[in-house]
């Protein structure tokens, strides 16, 4: 594997999505200006789709929420905030949870440090998605452009 063109600096705008294409990984995403800090720890959510079609890197669940309330069809499988927050608490408390850490049952979401994330997001992403996106606003986040 070799690089091909490192660190697409990109600034999203309050509430745009970047889509990660096949060949591209996330490296590095740095701290948001409007997030809540936990005892002066930054955190960002990975949400990954049981069906497998979407996965989510972003560093707020209200990003998370309207993102995920675009794609669904029906008006039952919209998320709500509080559902999401309420997921994060359950899987922290109890790993194996009735629902499995998974909110209507299909969103499985996972806190991890700032500094994790990017790795973390990846070794999601391994398992297959057809979409892949990052939410934010004004973050900057750094990709890799890779060749096989």
């Not at 720890?41 to 990975?46: E, L």
Request: charged share 25%; net charge positive; glycine share 8%.
């Amino acid at each position: 594997m070799s690089v091909v063109h490192i660190n697409r600096g990109v600034k999203l705008e309050p509430g745009a999505s970047m889509y990660l294409q096949s060949n591209e990984c996330v490296t590095e995403v740095r701290p948001d200006y409007h997030v809540r800090r936990v005892g002066g720890k930054t955190f960002g959510y990975v949400v990954e789709d049981r069906h497998h079609e979407i996965l989510i890197l972003s560093q707020k669940l209200e990003l998370i929420r309207d993102h995920i309330n675009q794609h669904v069809e029906y008006k039952p499988d919209r998320v709500s905030l509080s559902g999401l927050y309420e997921i994060i608490s359950v899987v922290s408390d109890n790993p194996r949870s009735r629902t499995g850490g998974a909110t209507k049952n299909r969103w499985f979401v996972h806190r991890h440090l700032l500094g994790d994330l990017a790795a973390a997001f990846e070794e999601v992403r391994s398992k297959g998605f057809e979409q892949t996106v990052v939410l934010g606003s004004k973050p900057t986040v750094h990709t890799q452009t890779v060749t096989v």
